[in-house]
T-cell receptor
Framework: DGGITQSPKYLFRKEGQNVTLSCEQN?????MYWYRQDPGQGLRLIYY???????QKGDIAEGYSVSREKKESFPLTVTSAQKNPTAFYLC??????????????FGSGTQLSVL | DAKTTQPPSMDCAEGRAANLPCNHS???????VYWYRQIHSQGPQYIIH???NNETNEMASLIITEDRKSSTLILPHATLRDTAVYYC???????????????FGKGTKLSVKP
C-alpha cells in the first residue's frame, strides 16, 4: 500500500542522548514535513523539505536536525539540546495539483518520552 | 494565510448530523478552506476542501457562505468512530515554489455519544 511509514511507534530517550525518528514514503512526493504535537495542542512545524538535499526550519527547529538524502526518506534527530522532547511526532508528505490544491498525508506518529 | 476560529469542543448524538463551524473572516479570494481530522493517537486525515462552492464527498459535506467568511463541515450521520479533533485550515492556493504551509490550530474536539 502507498503511504507514510513512521518508526518506531514508541521511543524512550535518556538524558543527553540523541535519538532518530524514521519517516519513509512511497507516494513519490517531493515535499515532506515534521510536526510536533503536545497534549491538547495543535501541530507545530519543526522542519520541512521541498526537495531532495534541501530543507527549511519551521517554527520550532531548535534542538532538532533533519536530512533529506533520498526522496523517500526524511529522518528527524532529536538532539540533547532539545530540553523538553516528550511529545507526539508526526511526519507528512504533500501532493499538489495544478489548481493549487494541496493534500497532506500523515504517518501514524511516534510518541517520544524521556526516561 | 487567514486565521480560523473554531469552538474547542462539541457533542453529537450517534446517527445525527454533526455540524462543525469555522470562522475565517479575513479569508482572501485565492484561499482554500481545508478540513482534516485526527483520531486519538493517529496522524491527521484529509476530509474535504473547497474554494467558493459547496462540496461533498464520501466522508462529508462542506458548506461555504457566500461571502466566504465562514464554513460548516457536515457529517450527515455521525458514528462513534467520528469522535476526533477536527481542524479547519485556510491556505492560499499553492503553485510552484510558493512558500508557507498548512497550519493546524487546536481544532474542535467532536464527541459522538451513543
Amino acid at each position: 500500500d502507498g503511504g507514510i511509514t513512521q518508526s518506531p511507534k514508541y521511543l524512550f530517550r535518556k538524558e543527553g542522548q540523541n535519538v532518530t525518528l524514521s519517516c519513509e514514503q512511497n507516494l513519490n512526493h517531493d515535499a515532506m514535513y515534521w510536526y510536533r504535537q503536545d497534549p491538547g495542542q495543535g501541530l507545530r512545524l519543526i522542519y520541512y523539505s521541498q526537495i531532495v538535499n534541501d530543507f527549511q526550519k519551521g517554527d520550532i527547529a531548535e534542538g532538532y536536525s533533519v536530512s533529506r538524502e533520498k526522496k523517500e526518506s526524511f529522518p528527524l534527530t532529536v538532539t540533547s539540546a532539545q530540553k523538553n522532547p516528550t511529545a507526539f511526532y508526526l511526519c507528512a508528505s504533500r501532493s499538489r495539483t495544478g489548481t493549487g490544491f494541496e493534500k497532506l498525508f500523515f504517518g501514524s506518529g511516534t510518541q517520544l518520552s524521556v526516561l | 494565510d487567514a486565521k480560523t476560529t473554531q469552538p474547542p469542543s462539541m457533542d453529537c448524538a450517534e446517527g445525527r448530523a454533526a455540524n462543525l463551524p469555522c470562522n475565517h473572516s479575513t479569508i482572501s479570494g485565492n484561499e482554500y478552506v481545508y478540513w482534516y481530522r485526527q483520531i486519538h493517537s493517529q496522524g491527521p486525515q484529509y476530509i474535504i476542501h473547497g474554494l467558493k462552492n459547496n462540496e461533498t464527498n464520501e466522508m462529508a459535506s462542506l458548506i461555504i457562505t457566500e461571502d466566504r467568511k465562514s464554513s460548516t463541515l457536515i457529517l450527515p450521520h455521525a458514528t462513534l468512530r467520528d469522535t476526533a479533533v477536527y481542524y479547519c485550515i485556510v491556505r492560499v492556493a499553492a503553485y510552484g515554489g510558493s512558500q508557507g504551509n498548512l497550519i493546524f490550530g487546536k481544532g474542535t474536539k467532536l464527541s459522538v455519544k451513543p
